[in-house]
Nanobody, 123 residues
Framework: QVQLVESGGGLVQAGGSLRVSCVAS????????MGWFRQAPGKEREFVAAISMIFGAANYADSVKDRFTISRDNAKNTVNLQMNSLKPEDTAVYYCVAGPTWRRTRTYDYNYWGQGTQVTVSS
């Protein structure tokens, strides 16, 4: 059974940085894209970023472009999200996802989901 396990969430002050990571198991990661969604309280789950695990091409939501960087380490079956210049509105549960293509931004485009990790940005 495919598993995605996130780590690295926490509490940070506005303007700070945080990195979340996701390790995939029982998944041929070079066949997929991996990425991140997030869900804030009372809001819909939204796309954050995705990356092609074989080519490294990436896609970002406008709200995080130039602040967040997604990267992958195929040797470790891992995808990372480096978050800089964090804002209180970045507070959310961050979910790791895997799916067929990095260009897609809808929740139903991704087949596999992690349990989520909380990121809280204080003002």
């Amino acid at each position: 059974q495919v598993q995605l396990v996130e780590s690295g969430g926490g509490l940070v002050q506005a303007g700070g940085s945080l990195r979340v990571s996701c390790v995939a198991s029982k998944l041929t990661i070079t066949d997929v894209a991996m990425g991140w969604f997030r869900q804030a309280p009372g809001k819909e789950r939204e796309f954050v970023a995705a990356i092609s695990m074989i080519f490294g091409a990436a896609n970002y939501a406008d709200s995080v472009k130039d602040r967040f960087t997604i990267s992958r380490d195929n040797a470790k079956n891992t995808v990372n999200l480096q978050m800089n210049s964090l804002k209180p509105e970045d507070t959310a549960v961050y979910y790791c996802v895997a799916g067929p293509t990095w260009r897609r931004t809808r929740t139903y485009d991704y087949n596999y989901w992690g349990q989520g990790t909380q990121v809280t940005v204080s003002s």
